[in-house]
């Protein structure tokens, strides 16, 4: 017990002096996982709010498919990934495996079907509201397509958000394609799992305090998000 | 109508110019959703740029037909044709649907006002959508955000978003239901100035008042079907049909 708490110190005492390794690992991971974000939503923003008004075959699909793939195991994109990368693999001759960019890979494939499932859904609503009038006013498809997206910008933060959330707090994708190689791919979710293993509690723990700051400071702009919204919009 | 309504200092909108829409022939329209039909061949023609009042009891059809020759829903059978032609995204453009309840984009009042006019090949837009901030009172309110406005300034912006279109028909569907009297003055002020600039206006309301005082011609529908298309005066002084006439005396009309 002594020792834990003894930990909780060590680690309160890294966060403050902001240790030169923890500083590392965080910008790291904040460098990935704002980047596999921005990669997801310019693919997922788009194709979220086609997939919310258009109607064409095989859309039913594709809804089903970006609903099913939001519980994607991270593991699993993990291990797709690293077989695409690694030397034997069809992309293994760009020597991405083990890079960040890897990374970047698996976290954007693990969270642009959250980005597309939960975007359908808010621009579905949004078009539901819209529809008659933009039908009425001969709006064409693609200018429809900006302006829903533009007025849900609120509620697409919030979705950004959730991306973003379960990207950072990730491990198994990371951890096999990045390899949580010192200096070069390792972020905090890897970090805590060694140096959890390793007994080295104090780092761990400072990882972990910093990470659940970030879900708190996610979730704390996604409620005041939601306020902002609110009291600027009468719904 | 127009001593009534005219506001001092706002001159009439411009004449419009090019081609008719006119005449709207509609034949044999029914209209069916759900097992339920709401139009049971309807037979119109409208030929005069005269103001065109929709009556009729709830539940007679009134929105469904607006919806209906505006090409938003598809007829269940019969033929709508705007002077002679099929409804299409070409014949919708030249024309402009004000709803009951305005659907506004979350945005400022002239930002709502430049996606409209974005839609559009229009040159000098700025100039337009300067003048449509004028003609609608809007011009102070123009950074708001749309959606804070009141129901009475919605409406106004909603009217101002469709008439910047520049369409030849413009239909209303109770543009004034639930709006306090001033802003009903004020949205009716904007009515008879797009009626005297060539607009055909179709109007859906409830208010007989309203209907007296826009109306130059009355549509009486009941039950899904036309009872009564006459000249105003001589539809709420000698209404032709049983029901158009126990409708304006007040009884109820299922």
Redesign the interface.
Known sequence: MQDFAHSFVLAGNLILQADAALVEIVGLSLQVTATALVVSAAIGLPLGAILAIARFPGRMVLVVLSNALMGLPPVVVGLTVYMLLSNAGPLGVLGLLYTPTAMVIAQSILITPIIIALTRQVIADLHQ??S??F??????GH?AVA?LL??ARYSLMTVLLAGFGRAIAEVGAVMIVGGNINHVTRVMTTAIALETSKGELALALALGIVLLLIAFAVNGSVALLRGAERS???V | MSEVLSFPGHAPLKARTGRSALPLSVRQLTFRTEGIDILRGVNLSLESNDLTVLMGPNGAGKSVFLRLIHGLLQPSSGDIRWDGAPLSKAVRRSQALVFQKPVLLRRSVRANLSFALGLRGFVNRSARLEQALADSGLADLADRPARVLSGGEQQRLALARALILDPKVLFLDEPTANLDPASVLMIEDVIGRVRASGVKIILVTHDAHQARRLGEEVVFLHKGRVSEHSPADLFFNQPQSAEAEAYLNGKILV
């Open positions: 509201d819209y008659d009038t039908r009425s006013m001969v709006v064409p200018t302006a533009w007025d600027l919009v009468r």
